[in-house]
């Protein structure tokens, strides 16, 4: 039987390993897993009354917003090789992983990093529309990172492709070679949005004049 270590935000250790992480001291983290078996799988629990049943892994603290933390990329090798798993999931109101966070906030040394380290770059879960990376990404304006995905690989629709200007992706799509329609966004209403329509607001949302212009 696998036990996963569950620690209180405000308890000494998780104290510490939240400082060791968001400094970047990489020999301070490989001491603290050295020094306590598990603690690569370990889940740090919310102390607020009204958050106690969130818990989040150490690779969601490496990537916690507003991310960017020194040695950012060796602090996720560190975690994955003594035993993370890249794919763990937030316990809470969604259930995002580390490569949804780190697309949140725009970091791509540590999305690199995490794709290395087979991250699922088409995990569902965002807080948008329960999606991808990619989706958390373009929702929030958090360009880089949203290219790099799409540059790693994933998969993108219409509404994302009017995000980024992927002015060549949007003629196909409309002359016979169609785009995915995963996680369309506005798909719970009834009857759902226009998918040109979408596309045009994202193409607004991203700054991107030609798609905008193509697809009125």
């Given amino acids: 039987m696998v036990y996963i270590v569950i620690i209180s935000e405000n308890e000494p250790l998780a104290v510490t390993l ?15 897993l050295t020094e306590n078996p598990g603690l690569a799988t370990a889940r740090i629990i919310e102390s607020d009354m009204h958050n106690g049943n969130v818990s989040r892994t150490l690779l969601h603290v490496a990537t916690d917003w507003p991310g960017h ?20 999931r937030i316990a809470g109101p969604n259930i ?36 991808t990376p990619l989706d958390d990404a373009v929702a929030f304006g958090q360009w880089r990172a949203a290219h790099r995905l799409v540059e790693r690989g994933a998969s993108f629709a219409l509404w994302h492709a009017a995000a980024l200007g992927l002015l060549d992706d949007i003629e196909a799509h409309f002359t016979g070679t169609p785009l995915t329609q995963q996680y369309p966004w506005g798909a719970g209403h009834n009857p759902p949005p226009d998918e040109v329509t979408v596309a045009f607001w994202c193409a607004c949302h991203g700054g991107q004049r030609h798609s905008a212009e193509y697809l009125l």
């Avoid at 968001?22 to 001491?31: A, C, E, H, V």
């Avoid at 933390?69 to 763990?88: D, M, Q, R, W, Y």
Wanted: proline share 4%.
């Fill in 18 to 32: 939240l400082e060791v992480i968001r400094t970047g001291d990489i020999p301070g983290l490989q001491k603290l």
């Fill in 69 to 88: 933390f020194p040695n950012g990329a060796s602090t996720i090798a560190t975690l994955v090789k003594a035993g993370a798993e890249v794919n763990a």
């Fill in 96 to 131: 995002e992983t580390p490569l949804h966070w780190a697309a949140s906030s725009d970091d791509i040394e540590v999305l690199d990093a995490l794709l290395n380290a087979d991250a699922d770059i088409e995990a569902s879960g965002a807080v948008i529309a329960g999606g």
